[in-house]
């Protein structure tokens, strides 16, 4: 099946699974979001600062710009209300969404097994990587060659879950720094304060890009340590605001919107042909 044909696979399967949850309360939805406010998105990151290139500001100096927040405030507005972001760590990201502290989950890790069935979720066929990050004059090319190296790591990202899941890789290790933020992994990478950094690629990707010494340049290790999809989730109990989040964000995508905007932060390589698991499971 070629790449048009897994897409197109892809996006019928979003639009029937949804639709078969569609309930008929359009109205209320829009009221009882209009009461809180607006559509309360709740975006997973582990910087308090700068969160691009998923969450950035717009020439109104409104969060409406980047991978989440160009589409999320695209469903929000077609609702009728303004988006509200709240900045959430991924490990307490569904307690805030089953506790009703936000409306939606965007760009989140998958629920965990014991919640599949307590949530609605949208596969948005962009999925990201936990990698290992180093200079392009490296002798580190694999994942076995990161031992006895200083490795950087910001705290509270998904790449830190996942090296401290990889109990060999991490106790191989001469030491490990934790930063605050993926600009403080980049300048220590450059400085050579560090010989390599486990990160979440997106971020690392935008952050090395828009690093101008003009003499350091950044490899990836192929093999990653993780990787997932990148999902929108909702309560089970909310399948009306699932349909009409969806609905919208499958136009974007047939528009080809959700590509230009990966391609504007040169962030290609998030796009999947097809979603890693059964493109018929893409909603559930």
Partial sequence: MNTVKKTAAFFIAVIIAVSACVSCNSDSTVSRLKENGGLRVGYCSSSEVDDAPFLMEGQDGKLTEGITGNPAAKAAHSLGVDPLFTRLDSSGAYDSLMQGSVDCLWNCP???KKLVSSVRTIETGLYYRQVIM??????INRLADV?????AVVSGSDAQRELHNASVMESSLKKITVCSNIQQVIQKLASGDVDCAAVD???SLWAASNYNDGKTEFKYIDTPIAE????????ADDADLCSRIAEEYVSMAQQGKIKE???SYDLNVLLSSAIKNNPEEAST
């Fill in 134 to 139: 180093t200079l392009s004059d490296s002798n």
């Fill in 201 to 203: 690629e997106p971020q």
């Fill in 261 to 263: 905007l990966c391609q």
């Fill in 110 to 112: 998958p629920p965990s």
């Fill in 147 to 151: 031992k006895d190296k200083r490795l």
């Fill in 228 to 235: 997932c999809s990148l999902v929108i989730v909702t309560r």
